[in-house]
């Protein structure tokens, strides 16, 4: 089926956007002036300080900047003046447990205010904030915290207990930890600190410290096909980004009231989720629930959301669930709807028009590139099924890659989705590995592994993943950091994991095992394979499905050949086999 | 079936989904997200699994009434009258 082009009028808006000509105003674009940041004395530059400190300093000092909601959507509000005096707080805190100017300050918390304040309080404090993903197990929250060199983590007493007490001795850097207690008076996890103790010392404010625009403030960790977690740096320039795409992709203004659902543990809960509406002084809301039709539908009329940022996993569970939930309120504020994560199918697109009577606005970014890059926006016509078009300020295009470099593809062609360097919030590197860091680019272009091509008029349709990597309900998971779970298993000799294509999450995460000698396949190894695999990993990251195979096709230097397997599960042609190993 | 029966269908099939859950361990009364990582994939595949072993269609909008084992029993005993 095909969809039509949606048209925008500019009198059907409920609001008239801030980017209302997409060519004029790639035309003369400028970063600086789109993000309307401050800055600090001496051209310094800080996160924390665009976000949080001019506001509670200025006009916006009583208006609310986050609010949380608890399990029965109770809120907890803070303006930004309570923001401003509570990371003062963390901050002051982390300097008096030792930490400086770079060194590391890691989350394991789920959406509590806690996780916020600390996010804001450490750069703040000129150190880095590290956030891990609540549901991960032990194996990714260990090699993440080892690779970032970890000093101080922030979490839960039961998170601490389930799946960082036994991992403390062996991360040595990991000095302090700050347990928030889930029950007042409830015993404190020997080793840890108390975090509300922690912070009740100092109330004397604390002066933002005056990092350059380059100092890292992030440091995010996304996954590549093979070897360890890579971890993305991040300045403080790149709230430039932030600022900006948020206001010309999320149409982000005055008196909007704004809810983006990403959990701080992938990049999307940072950028968008904590740095992006505080820098442009919104009301932000923050659910710590999971995904709950009835519960997102009351959030979204109660709390009058105007702008909604959500993941495309969300908006099909949703539709599963049918319109008449969503019928069931008004949603008068609601003006603008925006989607990343993977690429979104154009019957979630007009979907939204049939629940909300507005179009959701897919887009494109990664972790590398910090902010939005590709976008639909509100006063341009919408592809259903596009990306958009590259967001004013941002060079993109199609690039094939050769032997003399790069070239670019032809307009419809597929080739690699690339970037001209230079867009503020690009990140730094990966952390101590410069020969990877290089890999990402071709002179001056950033090459994205993302498969894409363009039309005629400039609109960007995203293909597939150039390498295996595996993109699971929003979320980029590892094969290899998937296999070497399950190869600690006593049970298997080998394993082979590939994405499969699932109708809700995109893609979930399949894996095939070959037995060692003497175990036998069924139903009980299966399951225990899949236990073994849930506990190092957490849900987010094992698989949902594990397969058993005689033997994983290998290529003849004996590398599992995913490709092939991908292939042969989903009856595609199986290319080119040259390299692989007899009787596979 | 009666309440222990159902109960113990219900943890066969949840861990069938998630076996690193120790049914001895489980607590009935403590939402599973609480207990252990359980996510909103793993209830998707829970509510498949109760489809195609109970016969009960649980749609979307009632995934927060099956968060803990006693507040599953409870919605199928209603839904079962």
């Not at chain 1, 891990?132 to 690779?147: D, H, V, W």
Request: charged share 25%; net charge negative; glycine share 10%.
């Amino acid at each position: 089926m095909q969809f039509a082009p949606i048209q925008k009028r500019s009198d059907q808006l409920r609001r008239a956007p801030n980017l209302e000509d997409y060519a004029a105003s790639r035309s003369c674009f400028d970063w600086q002036a789109a993000a309307a940041l401050e800055g600090l004395p001496g051209g310094s530059l800080n996160i924390a300080h665009e976000a949080v400190d001019r506001h509670a300093r200025g006009a916006r000092a009583s208006q609310r900047a986050i609010r949380f909601l608890g399990a029965d959507l109770a809120p907890a509000d803070y303006t930004y003046a309570d923001l401003k005096a509570a990371t003062d707080r963390v901050a002051a805190a982390l300097v008096r447990l030792g930490v400086g100017p770079g060194e590391r300050v890691a989350t394991l918390a789920g959406r509590v205010p806690a996780q916020y304040l600390t996010a804001i309080g450490a750069m703040k404090a000129g150190a880095v904030f590290l956030p891990l993903f609540s549901a991960f197990g032990p194996e990714p929250i260990r090699a993440r915290l080892e690779l970032g060199g970890a000093r101080v983590l922030v979490t839960t007493d039961l998170l601490y207990r389930r799946k960082v007490a036994a991992l403390r001795e062996a991360l040595p850097l990991l000095e302090h930890v700050l347990v928030l207690r889930t029950a007042p008076g409830s015993e404190l996890p020997p080793g840890t600190l108390d975090f509300d103790e922690a912070l009740a010392a100092g109330d004397g404010g604390f002066e933002t410290r005056r990092t350059r625009p380059g100092d890292m403030a992030l440091l995010h960790f996304t996954s590549g096909t093979t070897g360890l977690p890579k971890g993305v740096m991040h300045a403080h320039r790149a709230v430039i980004g932030h600022a900006a795409t948020a206001r010309l992709a999320l149409d982000l203004q005055d008196g909007d009231l704004y809810w983006c659902t990403a959990d701080p543990g992938w990049v999307t809960g940072v950028s968008y989720g904590i740095i992006a509406p505080l820098a442009c002084g919104v009301t932000m809301i923050v659910d710590r629930e999971e995904f709950d039709p009835e519960r997102w539908y009351a959030i979204l009329a109660g709390e009058q959301v105007s702008v909604w940022y959500t993941a495309p996993t969300a908006i099909r569970m949703l539709m599963k669930a049918g319109l008449e939930p969503a019928r069931r309120h008004t949603y008068p504020a609601l003006r603008h709807l925006a989607s990343v994560g993977e690429p979104l199918n154009p019957e979630a697109v007009v979907w939204g028009v049939e629940a909300f009577g507005l179009p959701f606005h897919d887009n494109w970014w990664q972790t590398e590139t910090g902010a939005i890059m590709v976008a639909n926006y509100p006063s341009m016509e919408l592809r259903p099924g596009s990306m958009g078009r590259p967001v004013p300020g941002v060079e993109a295009a199609v690039l094939k890659r050769g032997a003399e470099g790069v070239e670019p593809a032809a307009t419809g062609e597929v080739g690699e989705l690339a970037l001209k360097s230079g867009w503020p919030s690009m990140f730094m590197g990966y952390l101590g590995d410069e020969a990877r860091t290089r890999k990402c680019f071709a002179g001056d272009w950033y090459l994205s592994g993302d498969l894409a091509r363009m039309d005629e008029d400039g609109y960007f349709w995203f293909v597939g993943r150039a390498d295996d990597v595996i993109k699971a309900a929003g979320h980029l998971i590892s094969p290899f950091e998937v296999e070497s779970a399950l190869l600690r298993h006593a049970a298997v000799a080998q394993a082979g994991v590939i994405g499969i294509p699932d109708p809700v999450a995109g893609s979930a995460v399949k894996a095939f095992v070959e037995l060692k000698p003497g175990f036998e396949a069924g139903e009980a190894l299966r399951r225990d394979i899949l236990a073994h695999a849930r506990r190092l990993l957490g849900a987010a990251v094992a698989p949902r499905e594990i397969a058993f195979a005689a033997q994983l096709p290998r290529t003849r230097s004996g590398k599992i050949m995913r490709r092939l397997l991908r292939a042969r599960e989903l009856g595609l042609p199986e290319g080119d086999l040259s390299t692989l190993e007899a009787g596979a | 079936m009666n309440r222990e029966e159902l109960k113990a269908v219900l943890v066969e099939l949840l861990t069938g989904v998630a076996p690193d859950v120790d049914p001895a361990a489980l607590l009935p009364g403590v939402d599973f997200r609480d207990q252990f990582d359980f996510d909103s994939m793993d209830t998707l595949n829970f509510a498949i699994a109760m489809h195609q072993s109970l016969g009960v269609n649980v749609p979307e909008t009632d995934y927060a009434k099956l968060a803990s084992l006693d507040k599953c029993v409870a919605y199928l005993e209603l839904r079962q009258g």
